[in-house]
């Protein structure tokens, strides 16, 4: 996973971005909803819609950054 610090060249910066959004696109592709951050930026929301239920229903996932939310959901 690659960590966004103060202070990174345009390059490491460019890097970072493609795999956040690689990691969101990977997260789409599995089923999940990527809805955002927090409201102080700390963590980005991912919801798990499920249909299955009568009522339906959703699941909610707080992680770092979209590559920690992939990594862990879509292993």
């Known amino acids: ?5 103060a202070g990174l060249s345009v390059k490491q910066d460019r890097e970072y971005l493609t795999a956040e959004n690689e ?7 599995g089923g999940f ?3 955002g ?3 102080d930026f700390n963590k980005v929301v991912v919801f798990k819609i499920n249909n ?3 009522r339906g229903g959703k699941e909610v ?6 590559q920690e939310a992939a990594e862990t959901l879509c292993s």
């Open 61 to 66: 996932y707080y992680f770092r950054n979209w």
């Open 1 to 5: 996973m690659i960590e966004r610090k």
């Open 37 to 39: 951050c927090t409201k």
């Open 52 to 54: 299955e239920h009568e």
């Open 33 to 35: 909803m990527p809805a």
């Open 23 to 29: 990691s969101h696109a990977k997260l789409v592709a």
